[in-house]
């Protein structure tokens, strides 16, 4: 939604903030005090915007009472123009504050789509001091501005009147003395203003001359940037100042009068720039705050204050008679959908509409090698203005990622295409639904590391033992991580992401070879080493439930494991169609098979694949159990499935292969 300044988009403006208010604050309950103090800056801003929207509706009545004025709407544009500088772009700082609300807080919504449970994310309170501030700033320039504005505005009006009465009069030939083309047209009342003492002058001049740079000459003082500096320091100024009764105190703070005095200096700069025009907005604007100055000074004139004195007020520091404030216009809340420092954005999935006109997206982001951000989203095609969004940030050292998905239905009366994130003790879950298996092989990827190359569903498994048995999912992993989506900026080879679990340091000559944990090999000199990672081996994940346990059988495949095709003796092998559904996998000596399983049959909670991420999980040694054994049976659902897995395993185990050779050329060559 786009905003200027015509009456009409303030209209726009006033209705944003009433959408903002009602959503949001009017039904809230359990809402942090913050959260409450901030609706109610942003309902006293709308009240300003509906005060300055009555006057344009009183000056159009005006003018529709009198239809032989004319109605020229670029003349009334153009009397309006100085008003996006007066107030600031308070569009702008409105959609940063819908913003914050979409993206900051955890919204739980009536069936209505009211707000009625809020909770603000963490980190946020500062983003929300300073939206807060900006909108107090707006509505104070807007209340001042309002009834010069309407003086302006009549005043044209006035004029016009003036205009036709002096065309009747000169074409009756009975033109007035009073009315003459030399007859002024009203201009703005002019007022003085006390003079700054030159010591306070000479401090005002050295601040001002700190931004040279951008403006060269005090005698072009900057219109808009010294209004805002106006009625900044004014608002800082004795107005808030109330001396007690009941004691002498009339002496206000040295800041405080120390900014009455600045407040007449920039005012008295702005009338003496070369960009005021004394019979446009801005005079009026001017004239109307250069009044209320005249009154606190009436109020030291009076004896109801008492002056500290120029010379106490001289020996203030430097930053004490700066001239500046900040850009009120410059963002402070970024969106949940960029990218953060030492974050990576890896992945963007559209999710299945609840309902036909809303469109949920889910955005990933990696902080560091075991920490995501997650951001979930949703817009709605009939309504711009609807959207939702939340930010769930996890660790997979304390998250569990449970793939509901590869439960059984008849235990599960979840989605199939669920999976769900919860805490170490089984809690806070939150569960993510996809519209399709590739969208939750990428997530996977996402969390392990490993690129899912095939997944196969009602797959029968068996070793030698008779109560080694059962029945579940099996996949194929390729150590993979999700690549960023978008490019990366351009920098040194020796700037990135931290990735916590990887840092090199520099190394010395002496430690110019070694090996990681990993078995990863470092090479260095006095600069930065340079990291050659052994590959990682691919493994075959079985998803089954044994002795009552949701669990994950996985092993690792290397140049050492096969599937023997001789080892299989059923009826269904032998013949010329060879129809056989079953894959026996072997190795040279024992198939080190590791079991990770869950507390229970109900324990689905407790049942985590990001144990078997790379780089390693914390708990991948503690909460697995070795299963040696010789070989283990596969018998697949089709024949498709069981060539779809050796087709897979064979091409896994060479790209293995390759990486090793690379690996090894690698180290030579240093």
Not at 23 to 50: N, P, R, V, W
Not at 193 to 198: D, E, G, N, T
Not at 238 to 243: D, L
Not at 629 to 647: G, H, N, P, R
Request: with cysteine.
């Amino acid at each position: 939604m786009s905003f200027g300044f015509a009456p009409g988009d303030i209209i726009a403006a006033v209705t944003l903030v009433a959408h903002i208010y009602e959503k949001c604050f009017t039904k809230a309950q359990a809402a942090d005090q913050k959260y409450l103090q901030f609706g109610e800056e942003i309902k006293h801003f709308g009240e300003s915007l509906e005060r300055l929207n009555d006057v344009f509706n009183h000056v159009e009545q005006q003018r529709e009472m009198r239809p032989w004025l004319p109605h020229d709407a670029a003349q009334f544009s153009t009397t309006l123009r100085p008003l996006p500088d007066l107030t600031g772009d308070f569009a702008r700082t409105l959609r940063a504050c819908e913003k914050l609300l979409n993206d900051h807080s955890h919204f739980r919504r009536n069936p209505a789509g009211f707000v009625d449970n809020v909770k603000w994310w963490m980190g946020v309170e500062g983003e929300v001091e300073k939206l807060k501030e900006r909108i107090r700033f707006h509505t104070t320039k807007i209340l001042l501005i309002t009834k010069p504005v309407e003086l302006q505005l009549l005043s044209d009006l006035r004029n016009d009147i003036w205009d036709v009465k002096r065309v009747v009069e000169e074409i009756r030939g009975l033109l007035v003395d009073s009315l003459t083309p030399n007859s002024p047209r009203e201009t703005p009342s002019q007022f003085r203003l006390p003079l700054v003492p030159p010591e306070l002058e000479a401090r005002f001049l050295a601040a001002l001359k700190k931004r040279q740079g951008k403006f060269v000459d005090v005698k072009d003082f900057p219109l808009r940037e010294g209004f805002d500096a106006l009625v900044f320091h004014f608002g800082q100024s004795t107005v808030n100042f109330v001396p007690r009764i009941y004691s002498e105190q009339k002496t206000p703070e040295l800041t405080q009068y120390l900014n009455l005095v600045k407040s007449t200096w920039i005012l008295e700069k702005i009338t003496e720039s070369s960009l005021f025009d004394a019979r446009s907005l801005w005079s009026r604007c001017v004239e109307d705050i250069g009044n209320n100055i005249l009154f606190e000074y009436h109020r030291f004139n009076s004896g109801q204050l008492t002056s500290p004195g120029n010379e106490v007020i001289s020996r203030l520091e430097d930053y004490a008679f700066s001239i500046w404030i900040e850009d009120q216009n410059t963002e402070v809340v970024p969106t949940l959908m960029d990218e953060r420092p030492s974050e990576e954005k890896i992945l963007e999935i559209s999710l299945p509409k609840t309902q036909t006109n809303r469109n949920p997206l889910l955005v990933i982001f990696r902080k560091s090698d075991y920490e995501l951000r997650l951001v979930h989203t949703t817009t709605d095609d009939q309504n711009d203005m609807f959207y939702e969004a939340e930010s769930y940030e996890l660790n997979i050292h304390f998250t569990r990622f449970i793939p509901i998905y590869a439960v059984p239905n008849s235990v599960s009366s979840t989605s199939t295409n669920n999976v769900l994130f919860c805490s170490n003790q089984g809690q806070s879950e939150k569960a993510y639904s996809f519209g399709a298996l590739d969208d939750i092989h990428k997530l996977q990827q996402g969390v392990t590391g490993y690129k899912v190359g095939a997944d196969l569903a009602n797959v029968t498994w068996s070793t030698f033992k008779e109560s080694e048995n059962g029945k579940g999912r099996v996949q194929i992993w390729r150590p993979k991580p999700l690549p960023r989506l978008s490019a990366a900026p351009e920098q040194s080879p020796t700037v990135g992401i931290h990735r916590k679990s990887t840092m090199v340091s520099s190394f010395s000559l002496a430690d110019s070879l070694a090996t990681t944990a990993k078995g990863s090999v470092v090479f260095g000199t006095n600069g930065p080493a340079v990291m050659y990672p052994k590959p990682d081996k691919p493994l075959v994940v079985v998803y089954t439930l044994f002795h009552d346990k949701w669990t994950f059988l996985h092993f690792e495949v290397d140049q050492n494991v096969f599937i023997n095709p001789k080892a299989c003796n059923c009826k269904d092998c032998k013949g010329p169609n060879k129809t056989c559904k079953k894959a026996v996998i072997e190795t040279k000596g024992k198939l080190k098979i590791k079991r990770h399983s869950a507390n229970s049959r109900d324990g689905v909670n407790m049942w985590d694949l990001a144990v078997l991420r790379k780089p390693q999980h914390p708990r991948a040694n503690t909460s697995v159990v070795p299963l040696p054994v010789k070989y283990i049976i596969l018998a697949f659902a089709t024949l498709a499935d069981k060539l779809e897995f050796q087709e897979t395993f064979n091409a896994v185990q060479k790209l293995l292969h390759k990486d090793e050779q690379d690996y090894k050329r690698a180290i030579l060559q240093k």
